[in-house]
């Protein structure tokens, strides 16, 4: 990566980006092959202003290309790819605050300001994805206390369709923010975000088992108040779907038993590797994994550094290949009081349909300060999908149905569900779950008149098809 502060001058004015014609952009699923017109490797603005204004369309945009459903593409567009425009511009350490491009990954970032013994506010749980994807899908983790990325964000910068950059924040162009972030490249290209960080410090892991039905009040009354809890999530263990180990990561002057500051950019994933396919390819996997893998993991004392915990690598996660069998993400978001009558639910769907789930997260997090396609729009529990599937064209169409069963799910109980994923939702399920989609697509209209910054999830769900 290339770092820079406000210091540095970019690369010189007028040079011409790396552009690539007829290329087939996909995912890390590998089951949305899109093929556009173009690919352009942009490393300065003057370069992203000059193809923005003068492309007539269709312009798509893409990082890390860690969605899972063509958000960073559609058929015949200008794809920008933003991860060669990845600088530090500028820092203090006084303020906690860092201004950056938005190629830059989250693990780059982290490596800039470990020294100065600050942390990234919210992220994610995987360190491998760009800044500008997390602020293009609203992105949150297992930060207590927190709701989504939003809240961390003092300002963002915007190309817009005529190649105008507007600065946005609550303050000036609040629209323009709140549609931006979490608008997944619907108004504009995000070209620069400057974040608020926290302290580095060190964490404690702890767990404790209980049924699902003990989780809520645990929770509220343990966790959700507790100023030296930083981390917390809880795994509902498959296929009942009634007992869960919930794991905080907590503020701690204890000796560290993880030496590295960050989670090696090296380190080998070969056990987690082997224990994810016995988890989903083995009979009695998934009761191995309750009875004896988490609870040798996590017996073992644990005091690590925020920043080793908060830069993990998705590597972990990555199966040997994708051609047969994909591992996939959904999320849905539920008020907290309607948690338990969800989980029942969605635990009969997924048997029902015989889903292979690896894993079920619980995570918490806050209401939305405002953005118009808010995924929280009071305070929620966000159960996070991990599963296999088939890449045959049959699995995709049971997934489809299963999917919207949930999707159903979630809305009744006035909840939603993340939209980086499979496009599976209809129309009007995503205008049940996203109730200022309206104002967003007006927004959308007004500043890219022309329809400019598509993808196949604006191609779904664009004022085209609204009503249908």
């Not at 924040?169 to 923010?177: E, K, M, V, Y």
């Not at 960050?262 to 009761?287: C, F, H, I, M, R």
Request: aromatic share 10%.
């Amino acid at each position: 990566m290339r770092f820079a502060t406000g210091l540095f001058l970019c690369c010189a004015l007028g040079a011409t980006p790396s552009t690539h014609a007829a290329e087939t952009v996909n995912d890390i699923t590998q089951l949305n092959p899109i093929v556009v017109d173009q690919v352009a490797r942009p490393t300065t603005l003057e370069q992203i202003v000059k193809r923005v204004a003068e492309h007539p369309g269709p312009i798509a945009i893409g990082g890390g290309r860690y969605s899972m459903g063509g958000q960073t593409a559609t058929e015949h567009a200008l794809q920008i790819d933003m991860r060669g425009f990845d600088r530090v511009l500028g820092f203090s350490r006084e303020h906690k605050e860092i201004t950056v491009q938005p190629g830059i990954t989250w693990r780059a970032l982290q490596s800039f300001i470990d020294p100065y013994d600050l942390s990234v506010s919210i992220m994610q749980s995987y360190a491998n994805f760009t800044v500008g994807g997390a602020l293009s899908v609203n992105a949150h983790g297992r930060y207590v206390g927190y709701g989504p990325l939003v809240t961390s964000v003092k300002s963002i910068k915007l190309v817009l369709a005529d190649g105008q950059v507007v600065e946005a924040s609550p303050q000036s162009n609040a629209d323009l923010f709140y549609g931006a972030i979490g608008g997944y490249g619907g108004l504009g290209v995000i070209v620069e975000a400057t974040l608020r960080l926290s302290d580095n410090v060190r964490l404690l892991r702890s767990f404790e088992e209980m049924p699902l039905g003990d989780y809520r009040s645990y929770f509220l009354d343990r966790i959700e108040h507790n100023p030296k809890v930083i981390l917390h999530n809880a795994v509902l263990y498959p296929d009942q779907y009634q007992t869960l180990r919930a794991v905080s990561y907590s503020q701690t002057d204890l000796p560290l038993t993880v030496k590295e500051r960050l989670t090696p950019l090296d380190q080998n994933y070969w056990k987690e590797q082997k224990a994810l396919k016995v988890v989903s390819q083995w009979p009695g996997g998934k009761a191995l994994r309750q009875e004896v893998i988490d609870p040798l993991v996590l017996k073992k004392p644990q005091v690590s550094w925020r920043n080793h915990e908060a830069s993990l690598d998705v590597r972990e996660l990555e199966p040997d290949s994708r051609s047969k069998r994909t591992y996939v993400l959904q999320e849905y978001f539920v008020p907290t009081d309607q948690l338990e009558s969800f989980v029942q639910e969605m635990g009969a769907t997924l048997r029902a349909h015989r889903v292979n789930v690896i894993n079920l997260s619980i995570r918490h997090a806050k209401a939305d300060p405002g953005t118009l396609l808010a995924w929280a729009k009071t305070d929620v529990f966000a159960l996070v999908l991990y599963y296999q599937q088939s890449t045959a064209e049959a699995e995709r169409a049971a997934v489809r149905e299963w999917t919207r069963a949930l999707v159903d799910s979630a809305i009744k109980r006035g909840g939603s569900y993340y939209l980086p994923y499979q496009i599976h939702a209809t129309p009007q399920q995503f205008r049940a779950a996203y109730p200022r989609a309206g104002e967003f697509l007006a927004l959308k209209a007004r500043v890219d008149p022309h329809n400019k910054f598509r993808n196949k999830l604006w191609d779904a769900y664009g004022s085209d098809n609204q009503g249908k």
